[in-house]
Structures are given as C-alpha cells and as structure tokens.
C-alpha cells in the first residue's frame, strides 16, 4: 500500500492552456474524490466516483472541467482553457466503505499555477 | 447550509503545553467527523475519525471528541511538541452528503520551542 499519488505535483501553466492532472488511489479504494484547495481555505469538493461512475458533480466544476475514471482505477481532471482563478491545490483522495467507514485519505495535491 | 467552523485561526504555544483545537458544524446528522494535519504545500494527513455513534477517539498525544447534540469536536493535543506546528483541519461527512466532506478552513498552530 503505498498510499495516494498525485502528477505532478506542481504545473505553471499560461492563460488559456489546458492542463490534466492524474490520481492513483489507494488499490481496492473504489471511491475517488476531488477537491480544490486556495490558500487560507479548506478543500471544497469538486467531485467523485464510485468505481468509474462519476456520482456527483459541485456546482464549483464548471463546463471547463472534466473529471474521468477509466475502468474504475487512476482518475484524470482536466481545465480546459484555465483561467487565473483556476490557480489553486488540486486534491485526491480515496476512500473504501466497506474496509473503514468511509475513511479518506489524501494525496500530496498538484499546485496548479496560471499566469 | 452545512457549514463547519474553526475559531481560532491561527495559535501560539509553548512547547510542552496541552491544547484543545475546536470544531463546530451546523448540522447534526452527520455520519463521521475527520481531523487532519496539513503542513505547508503538502497534501492532508488522517489523524482521526470519529463515527456518529462514537463520543471520542484516541491515538498516541491525541484524543478528539465529539458532540453531536451541540455541534462541536474537539481535538486536544498533549505535551505540544515544535513539530506539532502545522494547519489542522476538521471536515464533517454529513448523512446523504454521498460521503463528501465538508471542511473547516483550519487552525495553524505554532508551537515554539
């Protein structure tokens, strides 16, 4: 079990490009979320899945974000045309019900940078 | 609206000095409490969780309680330690939340030496 990763961890990006994050969850973890962290504040969520079905969408994911898990393991988000106030942590986290009570655990975030 | 609460902001302590961090939430149907640990630029650590049906938990220095009827946790520290210093977070899974948390925006503690 080597816990939750996240790539990459840090992205500069210029206004107007599109980014794609990536998430690896813990394995048997079916569920995966989402959350955006700016400074000072705590995570919102965004989003998340239970194995590749995507349940729940925040009105905070607008039509420039897309979230994926394909066959129910590693999780893509991807802003479209971002925009400076896309700049911000990008958290992942997963939990398994079953094994411990919906129980979250993190990754280590990609800080997203839009100049 | 399903809010949670963290006041202070931000505390300093002496090291070796018992604190409490508090949380509040405003609703009380809720199917678990978290605590995490953030440090500066890093992801989030689970520290504990606490069921609904539970009152508290323990783990080493550690000890978070909670109280559904008025809205509160607690998460006392014992004999604060320098590398203690860092963001705690307190998130709340509300029942039908479809097991989202809803996060406080967290206490930086600074424990000086």
């Known amino acids: 079990d080597t816990g939750v990763s996240q790539n990459p961890r840090h992205k500069i990006t210029k206004r107007g490009q599109n980014v794609t994050f990536r998430c690896d969850p813990i394995s048997e973890h079916n569920r995966l979320y989402w959350y955006r962290q700016t400074l000072g504040q705590g995570p919102e969520f965004l989003t998340y899945f239970q194995n590749e079905a995507q349940l729940e969408k925040s009105r905070l994911l607008s039509d420039r974000f897309s979230a994926e898990r394909p066959k129910g393991s590693f999780s893509t988000l991807e802003i479209q045309r971002t925009e400076q106030g896309d700049s911000a942590m990008y958290l992942c986290a997963s939990s398994a019900p079953r094994l411990s009570s919906y129980e979250q655990y993190f990754g280590p975030g990609t800080r997203l940078t839009v100049t | 609206k399903q809010e949670v609460t963290q006041i202070p902001a931000a505390l300093s302590v002496p090291e070796g000095e018992n604190l409490v961090l508090n949380c509040s939430f405003t609703?009380?149907?809720?199917?678990?409490l978290q605590w995490f640990r953030q440090d500066p630029g890093k992801g989030l650590t689970s520290l504990l969780l606490?069921?609904?049906?539970?009152r508290e938990q323990t783990s080493g220095r550690l000890n978070a309680s909670l109280d559904k009827s008025s809205g509160r946790s607690t998460l006392y520290i014992a004999a604060s330690q320098p590398g203690d210093s860092a963001t705690y977070l307190c998130?709340?899974?509300?029942?039908?939340?479809?097991?989202?948390?809803?996060f406080g925006k967290g206490i930086t503690l600074s424990v000086r030496p």
């Open positions: 606490i069921q609904s049906s539970q």
């Open positions: 998130a709340v899974m509300y029942t039908g939340a479809n097991s989202k948390l809803t």
């Open positions: 609703d009380s149907a809720i199917y678990n």
